[in-house]
């Protein structure tokens, strides 16, 4: 019986830990998804298809990998905010179109979407240094146009976007004005347990006893929360209250540690907005709500935070 039950309990954990090696060693098909299930890696539109008026960018990060982009403009020289635009971790920035079509209109802003390395048409392959490269080829890209006032670039990352944004506004407090996070993690660390479970024993951020013991392995930690309070620009965090894949408790963990660093921090959330669709069951109040923002932080009118229940706090 003795004998059974060592068994049994070496062959779970010799499971359990083979399961482990095989999330180590294939952590970035997890992270980071240019191509959804049913799907091909280009792009299924153009920005011509919505009739948006756009340039394609080709640019080169600092490492060499040969990079996508598209600027997409609101007007032939529209002197509003520009906004360099960080996607999720999943398809490519075709699949943003529709929302930034809608932004273009509601903001009268300027757009630039960046294609990670290994997503849509930008080559290589997706890693934490690697996409930390790409943003600040993008941003480096934005400050030489001479079409757009480069004093008014805002940088807006939805999920694994916000991570992205949030390293590239804190590298670069003189070129970036403002930083839009939406349903952004605290850390990959945090969200390894919340997707699966088992790893809450092995990879997060802290337990009782300090940093799990797997952590060293994770090689894109894309830790927000170990950046958010260096950054000194104003910050806008938007969160959807019925979030599935991220919980809104990580948008609240990253606002408290920013505002207690920097009082131009503004939060608003959306009581029926989920991971992909805030924006859209957000309605008017979603994009008043930025406007508000930009007007404030953006266009030489600082404000202080504002709590009501009406808008953003």
């Not at 990060?61 to 996607?87: E, Y």
């Not at 960046?114 to 997706?126: E, I, N, V």
């Not at 240094?129 to 757009?148: E, F, N, V, Y």
């Amino acid at each position: 019986m003795v004998s059974y039950i060592n068994v049994l309990i070496y062959g779970v954990g010799g499971m359990m830990m083979a399961g482990v090696a095989l999330l180590v060693a294939f952590q970035e098909k997890l992270v980071y998804v240019p191509v959804l299930p049913g799907l091909t890696k280009s792009y299924p539109i153009t920005p011509a298809r919505l009739r948006l008026k756009y340039d394609d960018v080709w640019l080169r990060s600092s490492d060499g990998v040969r990079l996508h982009a598209w600027f997409i403009k609101n007007f032939p020289d529209c002197r509003g905010p520009t906004m360099l635009f960080f996607q999720e971790n999943a398809g490519n920035i075709a699949h943003r179109l529709e929302f930034v079509r809608i932004m273009l209109e509601k903001l009268q802003c300027n757009v630039f979407m960046l294609s990670y390395r290994g997503y849509g048409a930008s080559d290589g392959f997706p890693s934490q240094s690697g996409i930390t490269r790409d943003a600040q080829a993008a941003l480096d890209h934005l400050i030489q146009r001479s079409d757009i006032d480069t004093s008014r670039i805002v940088v807006f990352g939805r999920s694994l976007g916000g991570a992205v944004g949030s390293v590239l506004a804190r590298n670069n407090p003189d070129k970036v004005s403002a930083l839009i996070l939406e349903n952004t993690f605290t850390s990959i660390l945090d969200m390894a347990g919340i997707m699966l479970p088992f790893l809450k024993w092995f990879i997060g951020r802290s337990g009782p006893k300090g940093p799990r013991i797997l952590n060293c392995l994770v090689r894109s930690p894309w830790s927000t929360i170990d950046v958010i309070d260096q950054i000194k620009q104003p910050i806008l965090f938007i969160s959807g209250l019925r979030d599935e894949m991220v919980p809104p408790s990580h948008m609240q963990m990253l606002y408290a540690k920013a505002v207690e660093h920097n009082r131009r921090c503004t939060f608003i959330d959306f009581p029926t907005g989920m991971h992909m669709d805030t924006w859209m069951s957000g309605g008017d109040r979603y994009w008043r709500s930025i406007q508000l923002f930009l007007e404030q932080n953006v266009s030489g009118n600082q404000g202080n935070n504002m709590h009501s229940d009406d808008e953003p706090r």
